[in-house]
């Protein structure tokens, strides 16, 4: 995550209507405020982080991708982890257990990104390497 330096990032508020809590894009990250609100703080610090991993890695300025998004998850893990955060990258990886138990290991928010599983098994290999 070096490569974002001591840049400032702009945040910037997004619509109701998105189902997304947070994104990143080349003008910097948007957050949805209401969905923000409902999360637990481990789920807010893992969302931001995933989306500097974007930015981090210049993923903005191409289309998403399977790839990408478990490269920003791993980039989010690294980073919360050299932060000091890794109790919130190990409650989410219990969040994602969590979902996979509910709803099967196939599931997955969107076409674009991965399975809760193999987010869950990225995330796990990523914090056994941290």
Not at 32 to 44: I, L, R, T, V
Not at 61 to 67: M, V
Request: net charge negative; with cysteine; aromatic share 10%.
């Amino acid at each position: 995550m070096s490569s974002l330096g001591a840049r400032d990032i702009p945040v910037y508020r997004f619509s109701k209507s998105e189902t997304s809590p947070a994104r990143a894009s080349i003008d910097g990250i948007w957050i949805n405020e209401e969905m923000f609100a409902g999360y637990a703080e481990f789920q807010k610090l893992y969302y931001l982080a995933h989306e500097l991993g974007h930015l981090a890695r210049g993923h903005c300025r191409y289309s998403p991708s399977l790839a990408r998004e478990l490269e920003a998850d791993v980039a989010a893990a690294h980073l919360l982890c050299s932060k000091g955060y890794r109790w919130a990258v190990e409650q989410y990886i219990q969040h994602l257990d969590n979902v996979v138990s509910c709803y099967g290991p196939h599931a997955r928010a969107d076409e674009i990104h991965p399975t809760f599983l193999q987010q869950r098994d990225c995330l796990a290999q990523a914090l056994a390497g941290a």
